[in-house]
């Protein structure tokens, strides 16, 4: 079998039992739906316009939810012993690395895409004039993520703390994503013209580029300790 045909056999398996399960994007949907009710009644539009806001709830909804699902990554497997022998088989592990962030980066688009439509659904939102750039940044910022949260779903996995030492390693990493994240969605949302929000594109792109190559580099001794 290919490299190619590896990554895409670990993608398959996950998204497969994701779909017999619905056991995380049911978590993660439900987190996004609920987060945007409890912000849409703690509001006050006579105070604040949603539309100020909109962006930074957007991205920590789509962070907090992110977890409840990337942090169960490896757990399934590692209760019956099955990741063992993933690990044994014959496919590199930054291949099972990039596999498994492919089937990551799916589901939690998926949800991020739920998100947005959940807060112009409650704060009317417009999308601006660039539905498809948002939809570059929203996802340019859930592959740094998933990257970034595969890898130390793997390290908290092996521990004793499980998916509560996730965040903590993962939320001080994550400050560029939402930094430079927020701010073109922000910007992306008032209609402001494509070239206010380049920089923070190319930023993203490198966040995520990085976030990759770091993991899949890292993830052989990750899992071999």
Known sequence: ???????????????????????????????????????????????????DIAAGLIWMTLVFGGLLGIGRTFYLEAQDGAFQGILTSPAPKD??????????????YVVA?????????????????????????LALGALGFVALGTLFSAVSSGTHMGE?????????LLVPMVIYGVSATSRLLVGRPVAEVAGNLRMLAAFAVLAVFAGAGLFRYVVEE
């Open 1 to 51: 079998m290919t490299y190619l045909g590896q990554v895409y056999a670990i993608v398959w398996k996950d998204l497969l039992l994701e779909l017999r399960t619905r056991e995380r994007i049911a978590a993660m949907g439900a987190f996004a739906v609920l987060a945007g009710v409890l912000f849409n009644y703690s509001i006050d539009a006579t105070i604040v316009r949603p539309q």
């Open 95 to 108: 291949a099972i690395f990039l596999g498994k962030t492919a089937a990551n980066f799916v589901l939690l």
């Open 113 to 137: 895409l739920l998100v947005v439509a959940v807060f112009t659904l409650f704060f009317g939102l417009h999308l601006g004039t660039s539905p498809a750039l948002l939809a570059l940044v």
């Open 164 to 172: 509560t030492l996730l965040p903590i390693l993962v939320f001080p």
